[in-house]
């Protein structure tokens, strides 16, 4: 019973630190390493063949999520971001992103996973282009994404596909019931002024040079 309760009492001082350090963190976080990483997981995903060619070329941007987890039986999430559009000559600077989270379950020790949204419509780059948070509930909920050009006609169409990396396993989710928030002040470090996700998206803000590898990974052609 005693050791029962001391792991109940740790995952919840845990938990409790990830809510409290994660605003912090939010709002100091660096984004240009997330660039580097959400460069990285899509140069991955294109060279593995995991997002079939037909479904990366039809997207109207592309959001990338890198998600901590840990707790033992209360359970602590919380994840930085970018999202970008495709733009009529190219793409788009990046927009950063936040994500965070409690839950219950039997999550033992911790993990990470990288997440990569391709937001087929419109209406899916609209919802995260008008900045505040997004809610990945009804039409915004992201379905696992077809793996296989096969599987790209016999899965319905939805307006975002999810593909998630977990320690080197790859595959696709459903993607639900989260809350994604633009990360405004990371934003204005990385740009150096005042912006906006509308304008970020919109191309009226022009990417910095820095964010070249990341336009470069979305740019770079699939294997033969």
Not at 105 to 133: M, W
């Amino acid at each position: 019973m005693k050791t029962r309760f001391r792991l109940s009492a740790w995952s919840l001082l845990f938990s409790v630190g990830c809510l409290l350090s994660a605003p912090r963190t939010f709002a100091a976080w660096n984004l240009q390493e997330t660039v580097g990483h959400a460069a990285a997981t899509i140069h991955q995903f294109k060279e593995e063949g995991k997002i079939p060619k037909s479904v990366f070329d039809k997207a109207k941007g592309i959001a990338f999520l890198r998600m901590t987890k840990g707790g033992l039986v209360i359970s602590g999430e919380y994840g930085h971001g970018l999202v970008v559009q495709r733009l009529a000559d190219g793409w788009s600077g990046p927009s950063a992103i936040s994500s965070s989270a409690v839950g219950i379950g039997a999550q033992i020790g911790g993990s990470e996973t990288n997440y990569v949204f391709v937001l087929n419509t419109e209406g899916a780059v609209r919802r995260f282009a008008h900045g505040g948070k997004v809610h990945m509930i009804g039409e915004m909920s992201g379905v696992a994404g077809p793996e296989s050009e096969h599987d790209v006609f016999l899965k319905p169409k939805r307006a975002v596909y999810v593909y998630r990396v977990t320690q080197g396993l790859f595959g696709g989710i459903a993607f639900s019931g989260t809350d994604l928030h633009e990360a405004s002040d990371t934003n204005e470090k990385y740009y150096h002024r005042a912006v906006t996700a509308r304008e970020i998206l919109s191309g009226a803000v022009a990417a910095p040079h820095r964010a070249q590898t990341l336009i470069d990974a979305l740019n770079a052609p699939y294997p033969k």
